[in-house]
């Protein structure tokens, strides 16, 4: 049973505008979530993250939201721009490990 | 040299083989893991040591078998694999405990890994 899901494969948006991605999480108990950045042949990176006694925190051009009584999050960049073009993951951090959802490849065209 | 490296890059195997994945950190962490990325699947977690010790088995089939010699190394011994196993492979590290966060994980860049 997936407990982190983005069902959304892909999105496209043009440079300039907003892109948001989209997750939700079936456990109510995690309380400390992380989305990871992940070009091709390289390992996934940290970009931001968020704990559950927030509902925002931005970082830069990154705002990530928290709707607990929805367990649903959400990554927001803004303006994009075509270096943010990789394949993004959402996942919570129960008890010392990470579990990711299936990833969410941006594209950003020019 | 900084961060996890993972070695080899691409590796290539029969369903008869025994090949190993390497994951050297240079971090100081005290926790390693192997992850598994199929396509349009999320990261499975496969294995965690702590402090070298294996703390979680996610339902792996034997024919993956981890070993974990000290804090800095990590292996994932491979035989007998199936045409379904092949995928990315990616060994992270993190520190555990008063002074770590989970921000901290560091992956590498990963194994991909073909059985034919």
């Known amino acids: 049973d997936q407990q982190v899901k983005q069902n959304s494969p892909s999105l496209s948006v043009q440079e300039g505008r907003i892109s948001i991605l989209n997750c939700d999480y079936t456990n109510s108990m995690f309380d400390y979530f992380l989305w990871y950045k992940k070009y091709p042949a390289e390992g996934p990176t940290f970009l931001i993250s968020?704990?559950?006694?927030?509902d925002k925190n931005e970082d830069g051009r990154f705002t990530v939201f928290l709707n607990k009584s929805a367990k649903h999050l959400s990554l927001h960049i803004v303006p994009s721009q075509p270096g943010d073009s990789a394949v993004y993951f959402c996942?919570?951090?129960?008890?010392?490990?990470?579990?990711f959802g299936q990833g969410t490849e941006l594209s950003v065209k020019p | 040299e900084t961060g996890v490296t993972q070695t080899p890059r691409h590796l290539v195997m029969g369903m008869t083989n025994k090949k190993s994945l390497k994951c050297e950190q240079h971090?100081?962490?005290?926790?390693m893991y192997w992850y598994k990325q199929s396509a349009k699947k999320p990261l499975e977690l496969m294995f965690v040591y702590n402090f070298k010790e294996q703390t979680e088995n996610n339902s792996v089939p034997s024919r993956f078998s981890p070993e974990c010699p000290n804090s800095s190394h990590l292996f994932l011994h491979l035989h007998t694999l199936q045409p379904e196993d092949s995928a990315l492979y990616l060994c992270a590290s993190s520190q555990v405990g008063p002074f770590g966060g989970p921000y901290g994980y560091t992956f590498g860049s990963g194994t991909r890994l073909t059985v034919v």
């Open positions: 996942a919570a951090h129960p008890g010392g490990k990470l579990i």
């Open positions: 968020i704990s559950s006694i927030k």
């Open positions: 971090l100081g962490h005290n926790a």
